[in-house]
C-alpha cells in the first residue's frame, strides 16, 4: 500500500467508495467522474503502478472481477468495455492500476 494513493486509502477504508465487488484480491467501486452510465473501476488490493506490474494471476483476478461488475451492473448482454490507461499520455491520473467497466450506452470505435 502507499500513503498517498486515493485508491490504497479506499482499500483501507481511510476513503469512502460506492463499491460494487469486493474479493479477497479485488475491490470494484463506482467512479466519482463517470463517463457512461455504468462506470465502474476494479482494483487489485495490491498496488501495482500500472497493468504491466501485475503478475498473470492478479490480472486474471481483475479480468474475471470486472466481468462480474459488467453481469451485477447488467451489462454483460448489451456489451461492455473494459480500459487500462497506462501511463500520463493515456489520461492515467491515479497510479494504481485499475480497469474501467464502461457501459449502459452505445460506445463508438475508436475511442477520442
Known sequence: ????????????????????????????????????????????KEHFPAVGDMDPTTAGEVLAAAHQVAKAE?????????????????????FHVHCHVLGGRELHWPPG
Open 1 to 44: 500500500m502507499t500513503a498517498d494513493c486515493v485508491f490504497c486509502r479506499i482499500i483501507n477504508g481511510d476513503a469512502t467508495a460506492r463499491v460494487v465487488l469486493e474479493t479477497d484480491t479485488v475491490l470494484a467501486f463506482h467512479d466519482i467522474n463517470p463517463q457512461t452510465p455504468t462506470h465502474v473501476l476494479v482494483i487489485p
Open 74 to 94: 447488467g451489462v454483460d448482454e448489451s456489451g461492455y468495455r473494459l480500459v487500462f490507461n497506462t501511463g500520463p499520455d493515456t489520461g492515467q491520473t491515479v
